[in-house]
């Protein structure tokens, strides 16, 4: 009894085990330790047979007990182990007592050592402070201590602590120690005549509170001690207790060179060989770089559970056994750790290491167990590096997709079951590695994840074909006949060739590969080619099978990626329906939608499209149930087929996208734009075989506008379709798709209302966008980012925005950038003004100046079409004898192109012009200015050359001015009229009289120069009219001012053609010859000095009604102030 010192002895167990509890009390032999202290109690009892049992207490005494007295006699007694020392006295008996004679408060442990004749034992106490004691013990004769060695300055010497002579025992603790054999080094010393005793010691360092690291050191003990080996072990695996004493227990089998070290919940494996005394070992022992021996642990659960309640070592029983330690675990049992026999290497030097892939092997196939008492997930146990974690983890995933696991039965388990278990696999190890938190790459999880995608596919593959051998019973599958139509290179040979079935050869060994299967089904099909009518079902049925493979492939690998992406580590990946929405780069091609598969699936879904279309444009009547349940199969099928399509076109975009490779860039971007053509195609034909709603959600799915907007046209066209048989259904349904637009418009928003009105329109019915008020935003969003619809634009703004202004800029931006037809220009301009009037009522005081300016603006604009109008109702009269367009032309170009005969590309321009003046085309400002300056008006009418000669070079100055008050600035303008009264000067022949200096000439004398006269006089009058323009019209002081600089040169060539602009420069170069001949020659400057003050006197004696020379030389035009009573031109161009 452990408490009370009593002890009942019996010589077997089965004669303990018969009697029952009262008969045991009395049975046996018994006895009792004498001398027991209070609350000390029996720690351990160590059998040291044939000498009795070693007891060790609480307190730290040890007791030998014995079972015969001297005489043989059954008899039990105890004896305390006491150092009988030389000293005597009552003194030193008492202190022999409470000090070393038998009171060791720190004893260690206590081993049975060697039995040297029958009876006796040699029993080597031990205490944590490195004082050992051999005692040698006999079933008669007592206990007596042979040797006591001190060990804790060899200790510190051998672990590298540097002491003085008396080491501090506190530094170090021996927490338990073992008995080995004595090896080469005890033969020599038997031979000497030494004694020896060789242990292996567990030390811990006292003063380091973690107690994280442990040492185990061999030494051996004779006439001196002896350390053979030293090795430290980080104990970082284990969790260790905060007890004061840690659980921790050292086995050693007797001839094993293997150490199971206990602690706590795991059991620690060291190797206790050595090296040997080889150069070999001795070179890397001097460079640092001599192996450490080899250790690994196992874990067991923590827990009460799983609790080690106690363990023991076995030594080796014969040949072909092996030593081992037992450990006993609550709830489980009794657990055998067994060491095999190492293999010879071929190096002397060993360097045994534990692999990740093999830590991983067995925390994957062991750990996951269900009732396994091992741990063997512990963070211990993966101390490697991120890339040995990866290689190690990939060469699992490839040998579960191979099906060589050693782990996982190929042969004997069910198909079904083969894959259920590597499936499971490799959960387990995605769910471990996500568990440690190595550091791997993205590529690495995702090479993880596809794996399991393809064991996951090919469930739903194995399960698909398990029904259809059901149904069929005898005969081939499909799919059997597919994986026997595959080409060789995508199946791994098997090596049974007795009994093979090629179907289980491939769900079993091309895992890996198993994309291949889905362009071979549609290669599977095609190879029914030239089949008769008769075998029509056949066809329908062997169509409903490939779509029922293919789709069991591909939804399953994105649905399988969509929910368990975050299992693989992806939890930072934003995918959507099982596709990667980005971040492709630095990944590998996705098996779910390279080229050949993506290629192979659009084949398979427009075959289904195609085939379903076929059959269901045959008679009803005429297709038996069979036939019609397979074409509607076939048809939903292909609504599927299409949603997956969709997704692998996604992955595939994106990941070319994100290539490096520019060839790749331009194939993402390809792809894109077919496809998407092609999409809408199929979308079409899904709603034409009964699939409308499966389109229409498809649609909406895809975002495709376009799509959505006719499928819904044909809802509503069908629903319509059906109001003549059922009219309140019909309505209700009218009702229900009223409400689907409205939620496109709250869902898609923009892209939705862009297309629906688009269409709207396209089919010639604009007008119910006026009627669709509750959608005005997106009206009007659409009808101002489209030019294409600035018609609609101003009137959406006058009635459904109620915004006078905004239709005033909506007018104005549709005349000068969108219309080219004279008449429609001033039309808008005048609506235009109109609505800035509307606009000019509804404003504030101090934003009426603003639209006044505005007005004015317009005004301009509207002069500048008057202009144009002036000069097509002076042509007319002309061209009334013209056949049609070409020939009026050609009239223009020979009466009114006289002037340009000599410049070849300005003849050109003015054709170009006149074109465009009777076809009613607007022309620009610089056009306009172009063919005033260039008209000539001399082949017409008196009346008409009244009406018109001599006012061009006015009214393109004019034209400039109207211009730059709206849109340009004086740099715009000056360039233009400088060209202006250049042509205008070179117009009339300057060859005057032979003496230019005679003053007494009037200007009336010299009608040959009307046209610089009467532009003079008209710029002045204009400058001097009731409501002149606040920028006069530009009246140069001289001819020099008007000839063309380089810079002002290359501003007009740049609103010609490219190709027309070097010959234009020629012509406009020699224009600028002759105004310098002019002046040089014929006296420009004399007569232009001499003209400016004739036309000044004329403007004056004008206002004051008198009437001189140049009233009778420029009769018509005053006759036309005088009737209009004022020289303004400016609102309107009444005298014209």
């Not at 490096?660 to 199929?682: A, F, H, M």
Request: proline share 3%; charged share 25%.
């Amino acid at each position: 009894m452990p408490y009370t010192g009593r002890i009942i002895y019996w010589e077997t167990i089965s004669h303990a085990g018969s009697l029952g509890l009262p008969r045991q009390k009395q049975s046996g032999l018994q006895g009792h330790v004498p001398g027991l202290l209070p609350s000390e109690y029996v720690t351990d009892v160590i059998n040291c047979e044939p000498s009795g049992v070693i007891v060790t207490f609480s307190s730290g005494r040890v007791a030998h007990i014995t079972f015969r007295d001297s005489q043989g006699r059954p008899t039990v007694m105890a004896n305390f182990l006491r150092n009988s020392s030389s000293s005597s006295g009552l003194l030193n008996g008492i202190k022999s007592v409470f000090s070393g004679g038998c009171w060791r408060k720190d004893v260690a442990a206590v081993k049975a050592a060697r039995s040297h004749q029958r009876g006796q034992r040699d029993i080597i106490v031990g205490t944590t402070t490195g004082v050992f004691e051999i005692w040698d013990t006999h079933w008669s004769n007592g206990s007596i201590m042979k040797k006591q060695f001190d060990i804790r300055q060899d200790l510190c010497r051998s672990l590298g602590r540097k002491h003085t002579e008396v080491a501090s025992d506190t530094d170090l603790k021996i927490l338990d120690f073992a008995l080995l054999s004595c090896g080469d080094n005890a033969q020599d010393l038997q031979h000497s005549g030494a004694e020896s005793w060789r242990l292996c010691l567990v030390v811990a360092p006292s003063r380091e509170t973690g107690r994280r690291c442990i040492s185990v050191v061999q030494l051996l003990l004779s006439e001196e001690v002896h350390v053979l080996a030293a090795s430290s072990i980080d104990l970082s695996f284990s969790t260790l207790s905060n007890a004061p004493q840690p659980n921790i227990k050292l086995h050693v089998a007797t001839v094993s060179q293997t150490a199971f070290i206990v602690i706590d919940q795991s059991v620690l494996l060291l190797s206790l060989g050595s090296y040997g005394d080889s150069p070999t070992s001795q070179l890397l022992l001097d460079s640092g770089r001599l192996p450490s021996p080899f250790n690994d642990h196992i874990t067991f659960r923590s827990g009460a559970d799983y609790k080690l309640l106690g363990s023991g070592c076995e030594d080796e029983t014969g040949e072909g056994s092996s030593s081992a330690c037992l450990v006993m675990v609550r709830n489980f049992g009794v657990i055998r750790i067994a060491v095999r026999p190492r293999q010879s290497a071929g190096n002397e030097i060993e360097d045994a290491q534990i692999t990740a892939k093999t830590k991983i092997e067995q925390a994957v196939f062991y750990g996951a167990r269900p009732g396994n008492p091992l741990d063997l997930t512990d963070k211990g146990g993966f101390d490697f590096s991120p890339q040995e974690i990866e290689e190690a983890a990939l060469e699992i995933c490839g040998e579960l997709l191979r099906s060589t696991s050693h782990y996982i039965p190929a042969t004997s388990v069910t198909l079904e079951q083969n894959l259920k278990l590597r499936a499971k696999a490799l959960d387990d190890l995605a769910s471990l590695l996500l568990q440690h938190k190595k550091p791997l790459h993205r590529q690495t999880w995702y090479e993880l994840l596809w794996g399991a995608e393809k064991l996951a596919a090919q469930r739903a593959l194995w399960k698909s074909e398990d029904k259809a051998r059901r149904a069929m019973g005898q005969g081939n599958t499909f799919l059997a006949h597919v994986i026997g139509s595959m080409n060789e290179k995508f199946k791994t040979k098997s090596e049974d060739y007795e009994d093979k079935d090629n179907v289980r050869d491939w769900f079993l060994f091309d895992t890996f590969r198993m994309e291949h299967i889905i362009p071979w089904i549609f290669k599977a099909l095609k190879l029914q080619k030239g089949i008769s009518t008769k075998q029509g079902r056949r066809v329908l049925e062997e169509i409903v099978q490939a779509s029922e493979l293919s789709l069991a492939v591909l939804e399953t690998a994105f649905r399988f990626r969509d929910e368990h992406a975050r299992q693989y580590g992806l939890e930072d990946e934003h995918i959507e329906d099982g596709v990667l929405s980005s971040g492709y780069d630095g990944l590998s091609e996705f098996w779910t939608s390279r080229d050949i598969v993506f290629l192979e699936t659009g084949h398979l879904l427009d075959l289904e499209l195609d085939t379903c279309r076929a059959w269901t444009q045959q008679a009803t009547t005429s297709l038996d149930l069979r036939e019609q349940k397979l074409v509607r199969q076939i048809a939903e099928n292909s609504a599927r087929q299409l949603r997956v399509l969709s997704l692998m076109h996604y992955e595939r975009v994106r990941w070319l996208s994100s290539q490096d490779n520019p060839k790749s860039v331009d194939e993402g971007i390809e792809l894109e734009q077919t496809y998407t053509k092609q999409r809408r195609w199929q979308l079409f034909k899904l709603a034409g075989i009964g699939q409308l709603e499966d389109a229409i959600s498809l649609a909406e799915k895809f975002r495709d506008m376009s799509a959505l907007v006719e499928l819904i046209i044909e809802l509503q066209d069908q629903t319509l379709a059906d109001s003549e048989h059922a009219e309140n259904v019909t309505n209700y349904e009218s009702e229900q798709l009223g409400r689907r637009i409205s939620t496109y418009f709250e869902k898609f928003g923009e892209p939705w209302a862009d297309a629906f009105f688009t269409r709207q329109i396209s089919m010639g019915q604009s007008e119910i966008l006026f009627t669709m008020r509750r959608f005005q935003p997106f009206i009007n969003r659409f009808l101002h980012k489209n030019p294409t619809y600035a018609r609609l634009c101003w009137i959406n703004d006058a009635i459904g925005e109620d915004n006078y202004e905004a239709a005033a800029r909506s007018l104005e931006t549709l005349a000068l950038e969108r219309e080219s037809d004279l008449w429609c220009h001033r039309v808008e301009l005048s609506l235009s003004k109109l609505a800035t009037l509307a606009a000019w009522e509804e404003s504030s005081a101090a934003a009426k100046p603003i639209f006044g300016n505005e007005i004015k603006r317009l005004e301009d604009l509207a002069e500048l079409d008057a202009v144009q109008e002036v000069v097509y109702a002076y042509m007319m009269p002309a061209l009334q004898g013209a056949i049609d367009q070409k020939a009026e032309t050609e009239l223009a170009i020979d009466q009114f192109g006289r002037f340009v005969n000599d410049t070849p590309s300005l003849h050109e321009v003015l054709s170009a012009l006149l074109t465009k003046v009777i076809s009613r085309q607007i022309l620009r400002v610089d056009q306009l200015v172009d063919l005033l300056t260039l008209i000539d008006g001399g082949q017409v009418s008196e009346e008409t050359q009244n009406e018109f000669i001599g006012k061009e070079f006015y009214l393109a100055l004019r034209v400039i001015r109207l211009n730059s008050s709206t849109q340009e600035g004086p740099l715009y303008c000056i360039p233009l009229q400088k060209l202006v009264w250049r042509r205008c000067m070179i117009r009339d022949d300057w060859q005057l009289e032979k003496n230019a200096d005679n003053t007494d000439h009037e200007p009336g004398d010299h009608m040959h120069c009307v046209s610089l006269l009467r532009t003079l006089t008209l710029c002045l009058r204009d400058k001097h009219c009731a409501d002149a323009d606040p920028c006069p019209l530009y009246v140069p002081s001289s001819p020099l001012d008007v000839v063309l600089n380089e810079s002002d040169l290359d501003f007009i060539l740049s609103s010609y053609p490219q190709e027309q602009r070097n010959r234009i420069c020629r012509d406009l170069s020699k224009e600028n010859d002759i105004l310098l001949q002019r002046i040089e020659e014929g006296k420009l400057e004399f007569w232009y000095r001499k003209l400016l003050i004739s036309a000044e006197e004329a403007v004056s004696s004008s206002a004051s009604h008198s009437t001189g020379a140049l009233v009778q030389f420029s009769d018509g035009l005053q006759a036309h102030h005088s009737e209009t009573g004022s020289p303004s031109t400016r609102a309107q161009l009444s005298w014209l």
